[in-house]
């Protein structure tokens, strides 16, 4: 088992970046793909960005060139550095772990059997 806490979300205007963490225990950190995944208000959950075991990152098109997935093994630690927030960027954002050497594509939520609850991000115009 993993378990995931976030924390870093808030209210921002647009413009203004935010840093996003994820604490993860319960298993060898440095073992585990880790990403994160929001869900927009009114809209379906979508990829954001994921980052292997072995430093490989994968970001959504919104997301290349805005914002930064990357991991510190010593602190168990995940974080999204997100720059240029927009109005559209609003959403509650989970941080996922996949702990299976293999696992799917980073890109499918069904990749990631363990989930945090969840941090809320609002961008004001």
């Known amino acids: 088992q993993v378990q995931l806490a976030e924390s870093g979300g808030g209210l921002v205007q647009a413009g203004d970046s935010l840093r996003l963490s994820c604490a993860a225990s319960?298993?060898?950190?440095?073992?585990?793909?880790m990403a994160w995944f929001r869900r927009p208000p009114g809209r379906d959950r979508e990829f954001v960005a994921a980052?292997?075991?072995?430093?490989?990152?994968y970001y959504a098109e919104f997301a290349k060139g805005r914002w930064t997935i990357s991991r510190d093994n010593a602190k168990n630690t995940a974080y999204l550095r997100m720059n240029a927030l927009q109005p559209e960027d609003t959403a509650v954002y989970h941080c996922?772990?996949?702990?299976?050497?293999?696992?799917?594509?980073?890109?499918?939520?069904?990749?990631?059997?363990?989930w945090g609850q969840g941090t809320q991000v609002t961008v004001s115009s």
């Open positions: 319960g298993h060898t950190f440095s073992y585990i793909s």
């Open positions: 980052i292997s075991w072995s430093g490989n990152t």
């Open positions: 996922v772990a996949d702990d299976r050497p293999g696992g799917g594509s980073y890109y499918f939520s069904s990749t990631y059997p363990f």
